[in-house]
T-cell receptor, first 112, second 116 residues
Framework: EDQVTQSPEALRLQEGESSSLNCSYT??????LFWYRQDPGKGPEFLFT???AGEEKEKERLKATLTKKESFLHITAPKPEDSATYLC?????????????FGSGTQLTVLP | GAGVSQTPSNKVTEKGKYVELRCDPI?????LYWYRQSLGQGPEFLIY????????DSGLPNDRFFAVRPEGSVSTLKIQRTERGDSAVYLC??????????????FGPGTRLTVL
């Protein structure tokens, strides 16, 4: 069974204070690992897809990395508008299956 | 439209009633997914459509839940004899299989279902 564990559950940062969010996963075969951002009352917003260990992707203050067991979302010099819940999900190689298995998310608060 | 749309945004019903939730995917996306999200949790997979057919319905919790996509575009999630435990946000997502192996899924805003 695919499993995704995210830590910490909640993180409070001062504006400009860089940090990382962790996503540990177990999956029989990884098709892709996804990061989403979710604001209160809204659906998840797609950020990144990572396909293989060693891959990195960047977008503004965010950088996602992938190993064989975990992924990190690095936030550099965050701003209050980066406050949101960040969700990690995996998609397994399993026949025609395409569903995402999500973690419970990390709730990030960036204080001005 | 520009993104995935879902209606209604909120639905309050009484235990035992029947509800329908609608999803309008991104134009041209052949794959459509339904997820359910409880407070403080990540979305949980329910069903996946490729075109008009349900390619994977392994996430549907029981036979009270059913979904259709008759013309390969709009989908309706149907819940019979609703129970208080069905209260959650129901999310719809769509993707283009042609986009690549990862098939990024784009989510709608969700329908918040409350069963009294």
């Amino acid at each position: 069974e695919d499993q995704v564990t995210q830590s910490p559950e909640a993180l409070r940062l001062q504006e400009g204070e860089s940090s990382s969010l962790n996503c540990s996963y177990t999956v029989s075969g990884l098709r892709g690992l996804f990061w989403y951002r979710q604001d209160p009352g809204k659906g998840p917003e797609f950020l990144f897809t990572l396909y293989s260990a060693g891959e990195e992707k960047e977008k503004e203050r965010l950088k996602a990395t992938l190993t064989k067991k975990e992924s990190f979302l690095h936030i550099t010099a965050p701003k209050p508008e980066d406050s949101a819940t960040y969700l990690c999900a995996v998609q397994a190689v399993r026949g025609s299956a395409r569903q995402l298995t999500f973690g419970s998310g990390t709730q990030l608060t960036v204080l001005p | 439209g520009a993104g995935v749309s879902q209606t209604p945004s909120n639905k309050v019903t009484e235990k035992g009633k029947y509800v329908e939730l609608r999803c309008d995917p991104i134009s041209g996306h052949t794959a459509l997914y339904w997820y359910r999200q409880s407070l403080g949790q990540g979305p949980e997979f329910l069903i996946y459509f490729q075109g008009t057919g349900a390619a994977d319905d392994s996430g549907l919790p029981n036979d009270r839940f059913f979904a259709v996509r008759p013309e390969g575009s709009v989908s309706t999630l149907k819940i019979q004899r609703t129970e208080r435990g069905d209260s959650a946000v129901y999310l719809c997502a769509s993707s283009s299989i042609l986009a690549g192996v990862g098939n990024e899924q784009f989510f709608g805003p969700g329908t918040r279902l409350t069963v009294l």
